[in-house]
């Protein structure tokens, strides 16, 4: 993505593990001061990264947890 603007352009980066049952109210309240959500999934095996998607965040994908 290349952003092209002399205006300043926000973005709100999320790191998330399995967070499936939070990361829908993160990103939809993050959106609200930022220009765009960048969720970097560390490696869930539950649907976290799908619902960041769908709800317009980019998702960075880890094949596996780094911390773990």
């Known amino acids: 993505m290349t952003i ?18 939070n990361i829908g109210g993160v990103v939809v309240q993050a959106r609200k001061y930022v220009d765009r959500v960048v969720v970097c999934d560390d490696g869930s095996v539950d649907l976290m990264g799908a619902i960041a998607e769908g709800l317009g965040a980019v998702v960075i994908r880890h094949e596996r947890n780094r911390v773990v």
């Open 4 to 21: 092209k603007s002399s205006n300043p352009y926000a973005v709100a980066c999320v790191p998330a593990f399995n967070e499936e049952r």
